[in-house]
Structure formats: C-alpha cells, structure tokens
C-alpha cells in the first residue's frame, strides 16, 4: 500500500482536528475537505456542509458502493486535560476532538476510496461522502443529500468499532404519550385520574415482549423516560404526558412498532420521527463474507449512526473503539488508521476486481 495515503490520511485529520466542526457548524472542515481533493485532483460537490464524489470512471450501468462518515464531532466535555482542538501525538496516539469518533474513519474512507478512484474496469463505482450533523442526527447531513447521489446498492459507514463488522444496529423512535382524564377536587371522588391512566400503559410498556427477537440485536427496547402530570396536590390531573425511548430492530419496521403502541395504548401516541430505522446487512453478502475471510467479526450495535438514513443495506466499520467516543482527550492509535486503510481496501479487493 502506498505511503503516501497513510501520511496524506493522518496530516488531514489532524487538520480536521485543529478545526471546531460540531454539529451544525461544520463549514470549516467542510471547506479543508474540499481543498484536499482539489489537492489529489478529485472533483467534488458540495451541498451545505457536505461533501462527496465518484470514481474516475464513474459507469451508471454498474452498482455503486457508497463510501460514508461524518466530520461533526460532539463539544469537549469539561473533564478534558488537553487542549480538544491541538492535535497531539504521544505514544503512538493522535490525540483530539474527533479523532476517534469518526475522523480517524473519514481519513481511512477516503484513503480508500483514493486508492480505487482512477482504477479501470472495476465491477463496482465508487462514491465517498463526508457528511454533517451525523452527531445530532440532523436533518441537513446524509439524508440531505442522499436524493442528489446516484442509486446505491449497499454503504459502508465509517464509526469506529476496531474494524469489525456491525452488521446490524438498532433504530430510535421517540414516541409522546399524552393520557387524557377528567379533573375534580382531591378530596371528593371526582374526575378521571391521568396518571393512573398513564400508570396502566407505562405496566404495558414495561411488561410487552414484541415475538420477533433479533438474532444480531436482541429484542426491541422500550423505556419510559419522561413523566409529567399535575399542578397543585388537591387537584386530580385531567392529562399525564409521558416519553417512550424505542430502540428499534431489523425485524419490525418503526411504523410497524408504532401501530402496535397505538393498538394497546390507551394514551394518545404522537412520534417525534420514524426517520432513525433500524439497519441490517445479510451475513452472506459478499462484503460480509469478505471481511469474514480476514478474520473480522461480525456483531449487533446499539447505537445510532447515519445507517438509520439508509434503506440500503450498510455495514458500520472503521479504526478506533466506539468505547473511546465523546470521552475526555479522546485519540486514536496511528496505527488503527494505518491498518483501517489496509483492511478498507482489501476487503473492497475481494468483490470490486471480480464478476459477481
């Protein structure tokens, strides 16, 4: 593998590092992304504060792979030593905001993708996107630009999970419960009382197992995290709100969980959003099966990525440990990058260069 790549991938990110890009105000690293594949002689497009391309020999005939991290970061929490935004290397680690969670992926995405972008006669395009508000799950990142992008027929998401395979990761509903009584005097038997209404589904929710278990992820999960009811002790409430936090699996879609909630659910049941889906790849896709002959292994996450965007099949894998994401003086080892790039490669080498 070309050193270069290496070198070129870590002098970026420390780049990216040096530069605050959190949520929403991502337009600095979105402009140093910019300038570096104008450095390498890659055309790209730009739409807000994301970024992406295609191969050189770009065939709209062919099935396209799309490449995918995020280079937003979370703010530094108050238990930082070091400086979040000084890239600092010691001990054969890059430490910085971001360099874990996922500039270290962004770098090794792109690394790869570079190593691929003027191959001939491959059997797969090739598109790298460098999006926003991943860390937020905003509304003006990959989905943004997902419609502008050629069809795709399966993604990798770079997050760092020490180059294994989550082949499987769990969606998010959040879902607003409103139960509706009658208020009266606390002292009389009067009125309809909200909360014990609410108490009711809350017994539900606590007690409901959903029959299809996944195999990757476990079962669905579902917890009450919010309650609000009353406004002085000697009045029965005549309303009880209360928040549902659903982590969603590949065997139910969130619509489909949702009209479960609302056929048992005395409460009025409103979701903030059914956009976050669950994902999932096939154990036998080749890509899975590419990196199964390298020795990765193959897991369900539970956290949330920008696969919840896609409804494609997507693969969530990169250098680093997710253990090390949003913690103080976060880094990276050099060395996971430079084997992230290596593994990125050789696993797209197994499916890219042959017919299917």
Not at 81 to 108: H, I, M, R, Y
Not at 228 to 244: K, R, Y
Request: charged letters at 20%; hydrophobic letters at 40%.
């Amino acid at each position: 593998m070309n050193t270069i790549l290496i070198t070129d991938a870590i002098d970026l990110l420390k780049q990216l590092i040096a530069t605050p890009s959190f949520s929403k105000e991502e337009q600095q690293t979105a402009a140093i992304l910019e300038a570096f594949f104008q450095h390498i002689e890659i055309p790209t497009q730009r739409v807000k504060n994301n970024i992406w391309a295609v191969n050189k020999h770009f065939n709209p005939a062919l099935p396209t792979i799309l490449l995918n991290s995020h280079h937003d970061t979370v703010k530094p929490n108050p238990s930082w030593t070091l400086n979040p935004f000084e890239p600092l290397v010691a001990e054969g680690k890059l430490f910085g905001l971001g360099s874990n969670d996922a500039g270290g992926c962004l770098v090794s995405l792109i690394a790869t993708f570079r190593h691929y972008y003027d191959k001939e006669n491959l059997t797969y395009n090739l598109l790298m996107a460098a999006t926003a508000e991943e860390e937020i799950s905003g509304r003006d990142g990959l989905e943004l630009i997902l419609p502008l992008l050629p069809p795709i027929n399966f993604a990798i998401v770079g997050e760092p999970t020490q180059m294994n395979m989550a082949i499987a990761e769990k969606g998010l509903m959040v879902v607003d419960c409103t139960a509706h009584g009658k208020s009266g005097h606390a002292a009389r038997e009067e009125g309809e009382n909200a909360i014990l209404k609410a108490m009711q589904d809350i017994q539900w929710i606590s007690s409901y197992r959903f029959p299809e278990v996944s195999p990757f992820l476990g079962p669905i999960k579902m917890s009450v995290t919010i309650i609000h009811a009353g406004t002085q002790h000697n009045v029965v409430p005549d309303q009880c709100t209360f928040t549902i936090d659903v982590r969603t699996t590949e065997k139910y879609s969130n619509e489909q969980v949702l009209d479960v909630l609302k056929q048992n659910l005395q409460s009025e049941v409103n979701p903030r959003s059914v956009r976050l889906k669950p994902s999932s790849i096939s154990p036998e896709h080749p890509i899975v099966q590419a990196g199964k002959t390298f020795g990765l292994t193959t897991y369900g996450s539970p956290t949330t990525s920008d696969q919840a965007l896609l409804s494609v099949p997507s693969l969530k894998m990169g250098p680093g440990d997710s253990a090390r994401s949003h913690t103080a003086n976060e880094f990276i080892y050099l060395d996971e990058i430079h084997k992230g790039i290596a593994m990125y490669i050789d696993i797209l080498s197994t499916i890219i260069y042959k017919r299917e």
